[in-house]
């Protein structure tokens, strides 16, 4: 780690809100564009430490399927520049949340093509954080014998913007699929995924089985003939609330929606469910889905209740909280009333 006054110039604004916060017992929390804060209660007592300065690419590199970006800047930015090389980095959220590059690590609320496509963190080759402390922690490395030291990149991704700011990351790319498209079956997600041998995202809702399909056109079509499939658009999604359990699981938390008549969208073989349903189904949910092991995150704040911690055992992820901030200087969004 180096010392605040070896940091880039662009990071003045968030170090010296950290140096504030900790002369004035201020809490702070992290916020970029935005898209997933918005949607949960405010931190009670918390003051905003905005990313929207740390934005733009740094450094592209299309032959090696590596870019470098600021955390702060916009996912649709980034996959703009992307494609006019053909290529992606598979971390969207889902369709019209908009969200930055430093957010969908923090959250790590992947979209539905998760199936395919891994975890945000599988994308992740290195993150510059900088801590409550005013320090900078680069981890992780473009190639592999550049890895060393502690992996911060998965520590990071997942945190909520409780270690620190994630200021600079390096992602993998990859090439955008030749064809892509969205289709579906009345068919269970069970049967129809016996039928297929590369699916994108199979999303089960509370009347349909939508499949997303991509790479080579050939593939699409051998795939949607076999499993019967239909064109299709892509399902509505769910904004209330978001639960994740096992995903051997998902089907007993799936069951149970449908016969609460609450509205769902299951990614088949991940584990997260999208729900939208009133205050007390809601509620009811959160319970359901602790039961089973997992957790809900509210997303709409009319739907009342707590946010569900999730990320691994509570008492290691307040200890590595503690090394990282042991002032408290930052809020833990998902626990907010």
Do not use: N
């Not at 299709?232 to 089907?251: F, Q, S, Y």
């Not at 938390?253 to 809601?282: K, Q």
């Not at 949910?285 to 709409?300: K, R, Y």
């Amino acid at each position: 780690m180096s010392e605040a006054a070896t940091l880039p110039a662009e990071l003045a604004p968030v170090t010296a809100a950290f140096q504030a916060a900790a002369t004035d017992g201020q809490r702070l929390v992290i916020r970029g564009s935005g898209s997933v804060l918005d949607r949960l209660p405010p931190p009670a007592g918390a003051e905003v430490l905005s990313t929207e300065q740390l934005t733009g690419v740094l450094d592209h590199r299309p032959e090696d399927l590596v870019v470098t970006v600021r955390g702060g800047t916009p996912v649709e930015e980034l996959a703009a520049l992307l494609a006019t090389h053909g290529q992606e980095c598979p971390i969207e959220p889902l369709a019209g949340h908009g969200g930055t590059v430093g957010g969908r690590l923090a959250t790590a609320l992947a979209g539905p093509r998760q199936l395919a496509a891994g975890r945000v963190r599988d994308w992740v080759l290195r993150v510059r954080l900088v801590t409550p402390e005013c320090r900078v922690a680069t981890a992780g490395g473009v190639t592999v014998k550049d890895v060393t030291g502690y992996d911060l990149c998965r520590l990071a991704t997942g945190s909520w913007g409780t270690l620190g700011v994630i200021a600079e990351v390096t992602l993998k790319l990859r090439p955008i699929p030749t064809q892509s498209a969205w289709f579906s079956t009345e068919r269970p997600a069970t049967s129809a995924l016996a039928d297929l041998y590369r699916p994108a995202a199979v999303v089960s809702t509370a009347d349909a089985t939508y499949v997303h399909l991509e790479e080579h056109p050939d593939d699409v079509t051998a795939q949607a003939t076999t499993a019967g499939l239909t064109p299709a658009e892509p399902p509505r999604w769910p904004t209330t609330a978001r639960a994740a359990v096992d995903p051997a699981r998902l089907a007993e938390l799936t069951d149970w929606a449908r016969r609460s008549g609450l509205d769902l969208a299951a990614f088949e073989g991940v584990g997260v469910c999208l729900l939208d349903g009133d205050a007390e189904t809601i509620s009811a949910a959160a319970a359901q889905v602790a039961a089973l092991g997992g957790g809900l995150l509210h997303l709409d704040p009319r739907a009342g209740g707590a946010h569900a911690p999730s990320g691994g055992p509570t008492d290691m992820r307040e200890r590595v909280r503690a090394a990282f901030d042991p002032e408290q200087i930052l809020t833990d969004v998902r626990q907010s009333r």
